[in-house]
């Protein structure tokens, strides 16, 4: 697996939408790859803390939110 595929299969795993060959590779390429490791962690951070600022009744998200993004933050 490619450091690209694996960006791409970010949303299906956090969907739970991955078959189990995929998820191993998933496992296998970010055990060896640090750079994989800490983009994943970021993206996971980013959702967060975009929960955390979405919380209040009044927040809104930026208008130059990207609309998956925010679709994304919405699913957790």
């Known amino acids: 697996m490619t450091c ?5 299969f970010i949303g299906p795993l956090l969907d739970g939408d991955l078959e189990a060959h995929t998820l191993a590779a998933l496992r296998e390429h970010v055990s060896a790859c640090a750079d994989c490791l800490k983009y994943f ?3 996971l951070d980013m959702i967060r803390l975009a929960r955390a600022a979405l919380a209040e009744p009044d927040a809104h998200a930026p208008l130059d939110m990207p609309e998956d993004l925010m679709r994304e933050i919405l699913k957790r």
């Open 4 to 8: 690209r595929e694996f960006t791409e």
């Open 41 to 43: 962690r970021n993206h």
